[in-house]
């Protein structure tokens, strides 16, 4: 049996809150599709991420801005479903690439 390790773990749990977030208000017939509006219902998102960047990455320590996955988070790009949300695979690309522009998880 493969036992990922807890930064593993931690990726996989932030990219599936990112795209669960995203695919909750995906929807452009149900959901704002105004990038303004959709920011105010995905800051807690980026926050949440931003929490866990702090307290695992060795540049974190001194503090990740609330909004480090907003952009991402509220786009309006659609998928080819037509929903306005990223797979899972793309968020942990995207959070990868963070991780280590904040020196990699800490040891």
């Not at 996989?12 to 303004?36: K, L, R, S, T, V």
């Not at 907003?70 to 786009?75: A, C, E, G, I, Y």
Request: aromatic fraction near 10%.
């Amino acid at each position: 049996m493969n036992k990922k390790s807890p930064k593993a773990e931690l990726i996989d749990f932030m990219a599936n809150a990112c795209y669960y977030a995203q695919e909750h208000i995906g929807d452009p017939d149900a959901w704002p599709n105004d990038e303004f509006e959709r920011e105010q219902l995905l800051q807690c998102v980026s926050y949440q991420m931003a929490c866990f960047l702090s307290q695992n990455t060795v540049k974190g320590k001194n503090g990740v801005d609330y909004d480090v996955v907003l952009r991402p988070l509220v786009s309006i790009k659609t998928n080819k479903d037509g929903i306005m949300v990223k797979n899972k695979k793309e968020w942990k690309n995207i959070l990868n690439k963070i991780v280590v522009e904040l020196g990699g998880w800490k040891s």
